[in-house]
């Protein structure tokens, strides 16, 4: 089945700064998803991107489907983009493969 | 956007017990639904999909059983934990969807204590 490898595990930053997280797949896909883990468990989408670049706010998306990769990227982070940051691809089933996630703390 | 519920969000059972979290959603109907179990730290891990007025389907190693899942209209489906032991301690999430080719909308997820 589909590999979904994502990095880095872990990133602490403080308030302010800008990161990039990486999302690798291992075979074609219909779709890609980014998202976010509150604390409290819940799950927000933030981007359905196949392919291409979109921007919501802060954050922006990136994805390379012919290189089998995405990009997140948040900027002047803020204390509540903490949280895990997940990357789930759908196969040809339409199910969703999930990455293991990236553990986002962001300091004051 | 749509929203998808979960009841309860929290609950504590003893062991032995059988516990049943709802998953509801609340603006659109939704043919399929799929129950996921985390676990601390870890990713999400599906358990099941159900389709509107049939029969769950279970991921290899999910025990039908134990987990029994009642997709019994358009906007609601169930999942009950019977006779449950500290090993069923997770936390659980549903999400939903209207078409096959549709996104999936989470609920907030359900965090089962079994003591």
């Known amino acids: 089945g589909i590999q979904v490898e994502q990095s880095p595990p872990d990133l602490i930053l403080q308030e302010g700064a800008n990161s990039t997280l990486r999302c690798n797949f291992s075979d074609s896909v219909n779709n890609l998803q980014w998202f976010h883990q509150n604390p409290w468990g819940q799950l927000i989408n933030l981007f359905y991107?196949?392919?291409?670049?979109k921007q919501n706010g802060r954050l922006s998306a990136t994805t390379v489907a012919t290189e089998r990769y995405s990009l997140l990227y948040i900027s002047s982070s803020q204390t509540t983009d903490s949280g895990v940051y997940f990357c789930a691809v759908e196969d040809s089933n339409y199910q969703l493969i999930w990455g293991a996630g990236t553990k986002l703390i962001i300091k004051p | 956007g749509a929203v998808v519920s979960q009841h309860p969000s929290r609950v504590i059972c003893k062991s032995g017990t059988s516990v049943k979290i709802e998953c509801r959603s609340l603006?659109?109907?939704?043919?399929?639904m799929f129950w996921y179990r985390q676990f601390p730290k870890q990713s999400l891990m599906l358990m099941a999909t159900s389709n509107e007025g049939s029969k769950a389907t279970y991921e290899q190693g999910v025990e039908k059983d134990k987990f029994l899942i009642n997709h019994a209209s358009l906007t609601l489906s169930t999942l009950t934990v019977t006779s449950a032991h500290p090993e069923d301690s997770s936390f659980y999430i549903c999400s939903a969807r209207w078409g096959e080719t549709d996104t999936q909308y989470f609920g907030p997820g359900t965090r089962l204590t079994v003591l």
């Open positions: 991107i196949p392919s291409g670049t």
């Open positions: 603006d659109f109907q939704a043919t399929t």
